[in-house]
């Protein structure tokens, strides 16, 4: 049996105290979201049911939670889209060099370094002297739009950055057009990084609560709703409804690691069966 140094348990342990203070959290909302109808907002729990879970499903006297949950999913689906477009086109852009691109790429990436807060009281107040109004899927959507495109853009200047170009070479040779080229050959090589852009784009929109708080107008998102129970609701409620969105959220990640996994195998069954013709 190999002996293992005094500094791997340390670090052992020092990992399962960070791998606790992640998901700790996480791991006592789902805990005290199965409390008894007579339960608290604090241990100790009071019976053990699904009570919390059946009651968020009825009514609610204050908030609306599905409304603004349909709110934060779409508003997540325009995010994801508009992030993978524009990074594609970002990336294929700085293939090449030109006048201004060093500038041009710090301006892309300056929003990341200032206070989200800030952005969302410049975007609203940009919003209001354009005479424009203030809505979740305008303002919202611009403003979430400068923390998700830097990440996506970088996401794509890393790919392409590594992207061999023997292959466009050899489409080209075999007379295919630039659009052809694209479509056939770059887009299914790059199609994995692509879903990582997307998981980006939506999981960052879907719970941004800063860079939304003044730009959502009337309507409030699914993060700004919970925000806005927690001064309302007290009971285990609340917990019940982290408890879900936490799930629908490691749904949406799961879906994509699927999906990724679903592409590679793909790609290496082509990629035999091209070496058996050969």
Request: net charge positive.
């Amino acid at each position: 049996m190999e002996h293992r140094s005094r500094s791997f348990y340390v670090l052992g342990a020092f990992f399962a105290l960070f791998v606790l203070f992640l998901y700790g959290p996480i791991l006592t909302i789902g805990i005290l979201s199965f409390q008894g109808p007579q339960g608290g907002l604090t241990f100790p729990m009071n019976g053990v049911s699904l009570h919390w879970f059946r009651d968020l499903f009825q009514e609610q006297a204050v908030g609306d939670i599905w409304g603004s949950f349909r709110r934060s999913f779409a508003l997540g689906l325009m995010v994801m889209v508009t992030t993978v477009v524009v990074s594609v086109l970002g990336g294929l852009a700085f293939r090449k060099r030109f006048q201004g691109a060093t500038v041009l790429f710090y301006l892309a990436i300056a929003s990341l370094v200032i206070p989200s807060i800030l952005v969302s009281l410049g975007v609203g107040l940009i919003f209001n002297q354009l005479g424009l109004p203030v809505h979740w899927a305008s303002s919202g959507f611009g403003s979430q739009l400068t923390w998700t495109l830097p990440f996506g853009l970088l996401i794509m200047f890393a790919v392409f950055n590594r992207f061999d170009k023997s292959f466009e070479e050899a489409a080209r040779d075999q007379g295919a057009t630039a659009w052809q080229t694209f479509a056939y050959v770059v887009l299914p090589i790059i199609a994995p990084s692509l879903l990582g852009v997307a998981l980006f784009g939506f999981t960052l929109s879907y719970d941004e609560f800063a860079r939304t708080l003044l730009t959502s107008g009337s309507y409030n998102t699914l993060p700004l709703e919970i925000f806005g129970m927690t001064t309302n609701v007290t009971t285990p409620v609340i917990f019940a409804l982290g408890t879900l969105t936490t799930i629908f959220s490691f749904c949406i990640i799961g879906v994509f690691f699927l999906a990724v996994w679903l592409m590679s195998r793909r790609r290496d069954n082509s990629s035999d069966a091209g070496k058996g013709m050969v």
